[in-house]
């Protein structure tokens, strides 16, 4: 998640840090720098140029430069300055006097607007909602019978009155059917164009007149940069847009539509797309992703992924099994497949706090097919070989290895590295009980 802005403003930012003492001049130079890095990476002029006018003014004051840790001082200014831009709070869903919650998603085809209501409901029923979907593009090919089979896959489901129905009709008639039957909240997938035209904006019109809908969210692709931050201008203009859904934040998006659409629209961003599963959306936190742009990592995003995998419960009889030595392999698969829904390994390594710099190299190179190597190799074995690896054998390991299609010195690898684990674990456990435990790790 923009790596290559994220790259350059830790390299810039890095290079005050070295210098100890600051001058005015040095902090000109790193501005020219990060005003350089903002506009490659698509960021709206206006909004570049208060951003580095704001940093500046604050930077070059006497009780900086004169501080003992300048530097600290001025990158401490540099993320506060850029939660100001991303929108300083989270901002959640409005929740209306009286159900249901009506949430209507708008936006240019291709914008991933069917997707994102799947996702969404998704996020909503681990809230503990009940959420429905109602089908309102029915002019794009297989639009229905996409958010059908959405529906079917999370579960959740869809109404829809084929495509012969106006739309206006079909989201009334969808938001009667889900208070008839206590559904809530109501997510309206509707209609987009391959471009903003008039048609299109007054049908959208016509909707929220009648539906009344308590959030309308824009769903924008984040790697289209500048021209998402003019959709949503163009959308907020005609519908009064209370939100927005950026897509595609997992891969290498230049930055320019989640560092300008709030500055430039006033439209919060609410919520962002990390990923293709129906799982990978994540509530939008300002503070978090100034975090992650400046290479902090993102620590309470990561744990609140862990979270939603495991409960306290869980988690107590783990810590248990592990300062006793009991940890096995087949717990170690069922962490490893936590682990898994989590998201992608190089995004998780992200969230970590310096890795992502230190382990810049090696993060292309840790793949997700090394999940699939170790389960194969532990799926292959015997119950009593994940109970005792220690039993495992030559003869045990190239059975095992033929089993998972791997060779014999890749479970030996693996059953030395679990076994130092082990032991480890152990020690850990022998410490607690003495009350030796080294501090922050219990």
Known sequence: MFESLSDRLTETLGKLSRKGRLTEADVDDAMKEVRRALLEA???????KDFVSAVRERAVGQ????????????????????????????EPLRVPDRPPQIIMLVGLQGSGKTTHAAKLAV?????GRNPIMVAGDVYRPAAVNQLQSLGKQVNVP??????QKNPVDIASNGVRFAIERGYNPVIIDTAGRLQIDEPMMQELVNVKNKVNPTEILLVA???????????????HDRLGVTGLILTKMDGDARGGAALSIRSVTGVPIKFIGTGEKVDALEPFFPDRLAQRILGMGDIQSLVDRAREQTTEEDAVKLQDKMLKGKFDLDDFLDQLQKIKKMGPIGQLLEMIPGVGQQLKDAKSQISDDDYKQIESIIQSM???ERKHPERIDFRRRKRIAAGAGRNPSDVGQLVKQFDEMQRMMKQF??????????????
């Not at 869809?158 to 495509?163: L, M, R």
């Open 42 to 48: 698509d960021v709206n002029f206006r909004v570049v």
């Open 63 to 90: 009780d900086v430069l004169k501080s003992l840790t300048p530097a600290q001082t001025v990158i401490g200014i540099v993320h506060e300055e850029l939660v100001r831009v991303l929108g300083t709070e989270r």
């Open 123 to 127: 996020h909503l029923r681990k809230q």
């Open 158 to 163: 869809v109404y829809d009155e084929g495509v």
């Open 221 to 235: 692709d984040a790697m289209t940069g500048q021209e998402a931050v003019s959709v949503a201008q163009s959308f």
């Open 382 to 384: 015997t119950p009593l």
């Open 429 to 442: 456990g022998k410490m607690a009980k003495k009350g030796k435990m080294p501090k922050g790790l219990m």
